[in-house]
């Protein structure tokens, strides 16, 4: 989750029920970066275009956290209408949208969000017009990973046939799944962990070193207009600041041919593993953080399903 | 004799500026032309009370009003305060002080209240860029507009301000907002 927050990554939870994954996602914005003022201003914009300023309110200095139900339309997902209003994605601009239980989801719905988590604008189209929306937003999705909701948990009560698993996992179709940098396996908390008194980290410390990473990103890209940090780069900018050792090199080509990855993982991988340098301070990137960025891409191993 | 008063439409997430053209000629009736939607097509019933309680009255002449471009769906309730500044200026009810200078846009109760509307940062944000000189709009949304620095941002509660200030040039409170020492307080 740090490194997600940190470079603005898309990432997915799966898990059984109850280990933890929308509590997870709600905590969120509790470690993500504080906005700059240009952020900011872009998102009181949208905000402002549907009303939601509240009277006397001003700038929206949070970042906007969206969550909508899964029974969701499409046009009310991206926008549109016949005088087009911004979308759940627009408003979530500069923030997270998190879609809880995404195998829920129509499959129309989650289809029409590919084009913009590319290319983090949308560009609705009517007979007489054309608007362009910003949609530069953080995906954060859940799921189970099958209809019972357990898989491979040898304590789970009822398991579904591998034709369900097989049937409810495709819900998500390839092209999606590949445009998530991040994927996590959340495992339920064993009971010593839950009723242990001693406390994890305190979510200012991991705020502070998302921050720190944030800083370097924006000096990063101070030129340009569009990009604020990691996972927005485009392809001329990851072969500019993310090069390569040998080592790391062959790492890379040894997992994508077993793997069988895409060039956009191989983009993304790329990304997520800058991220991982930035937080570790390093000016370079290592093999360690490549082999760490592939590791975070289990959906896209054969072997998962079993 | 004819008038000019600016509004402002909201595309997407960018203003344009509509020109509201207001004619009064001799005989009868009353056309609004420029693809106005439903909402904006009830506004003659909302500025007619609205005036009548505050002493002021629709000529019983011919008008013809214009939102230009012409071409361009106009849709929403904001355009009431214009519409009636309109009236008011092409009818002579009111002397108007350089009404062309500022974006004028809000939704009018039947007592004359002045009802808050949408997208006003983005219609802000466009005055500047066009040069007008203020923006007059209701009393809730002056502080997203005050976010623009360099514009003069008038928030009204009631029509009779706004009449009061082109007619006997009264002043209007100016919100002013400092958007970066906010931003650092709520950040």
């Given at each position: 989750m740090e490194i997600a927050a940190a470079g603005g990554h898309n990432i997915i939870l799966i898990g059984p029920p109850g280990a933890g994954k929308t509590m997870l996602a709600k905590r969120l914005p509790s470690i993500l970066p504080p906005m700059t003022l240009h952020e900011a201003l872009e998102t009181t914009k949208i905000h402002s275009v549907v009303g939601r300023i509240g009277a006397q309110k001003g700038l929206i200095a949070q970042r906007p956290f969206r969550s909508p139900h899964h029974t969701i339309s499409n046009v009310a997902l991206v926008g549109g209408g016949s005088y087009p209003q911004p979308g759940q994605i627009s408003l979530s601009h500069n923030g997270v949208l998190f879609l809880d239980e995404l195998p829920e989801f129509k499959r129309e719905v989650l289809e029409v969000m590919r084009q913009p988590l590319e290319d983090r604008e949308v560009m609705i189209s009517r007979a007489k017009f054309t608007v362009t929306n910003p949609s530069s937003f953080m995906l954060v999705a859940s799921m189970n990973p099958s209809p019972s909701g357990y898989f491979n948990d040898p304590n789970a009560p009822l398991m579904s046939s591998a034709t369900?698993?097989?049937?409810?996992?495709?819900?998500?179709?390839?092209?999606?799944?590949?445009?998530?940098?991040?994927?996590i396996e959340v495992t339920p908390v064993p009971f010593e962990k839950l009723s242990d008194d001693r406390k994890g980290e305190h979510s200012v410390e991991i705020r502070k070193r998302v921050t720190k990473a944030r800083e370097l990103q924006t000096k990063r890209f101070i030129d340009s207009e569009v990009v604020h940090y990691n996972a927005q780069m485009n392809t001329k900018q990851i072969r500019k600041y993310c090069k390569l050792d040998t080592a790391s090199i062959?790492?890379?080509?040894?997992?994508?041919?077993?793997?069988?990855?895409?060039?956009?993982?191989y983009d993304r991988i790329l990304k997520v593993a800058r991220t991982i340098a930035d937080l570790e301070g390093t000016l370079s990137i290592e093999s360690a953080h490549i082999s760490e960025a592939i590791?975070?891409?289990s959906l896209d191993r054969e072997g998962w399903l079993g | 004799m004819l008038k000019k008063i600016y509004g402002s439409a909201v595309f997407g997430v960018e203003a344009h500026t509509i020109t509201i053209e207001v004619n009064v000629d001799k005989g009868i009736g009353y056309h609004l032309v420029g693809l106005p939607d439903n909402a904006i097509k009830e506004s003659n019933f909302r500025i007619a009370a609205a005036l009548q309680n505050n002493g002021y009255k629709i000529p019983g002449k011919k008008l013809i009003i214009n939102m230009s471009p012409a071409d361009m769906r106009k849709e929403g309730s904001a355009y009431d305060l214009p519409l009636a500044m309109g009236i008011l200026t092409a009818s002579n009810q009111i002397k108007e002080t350089n009404i062309e200078r500022y974006i004028i846009m809000g939704e009018l109760s039947l007592d004359g209240t002045v009802q808050p509307i949408k997208g006003a940062l983005p219609i802000a944000i466009k005055a500047l860029e066009e040069g007008f000189e203020g923006f007059i709009l209701p009393n809730e949304n002056a502080t997203e507009a005050a976010i623009v620095s360099g514009l003069k941002v008038y928030g009204v509660k009631h029509i009779s301000e706004v009449i009061d200030y082109f007619d006997k040039n009264t002043e209007i409170e100016q919100t002013i907002v400092d958007t970066r020492a906010e931003f650092q307080k709520k950040s």
């Open positions: 369900e698993m097989q049937r409810y996992l495709g819900k998500i179709s390839g092209p999606l799944l590949d445009r998530i940098d991040i994927h062959q790492l890379l080509k040894t997992a994508m041919e077993r793997l069988n990855l895409s060039a956009r993982a590791q975070y891409r | -």
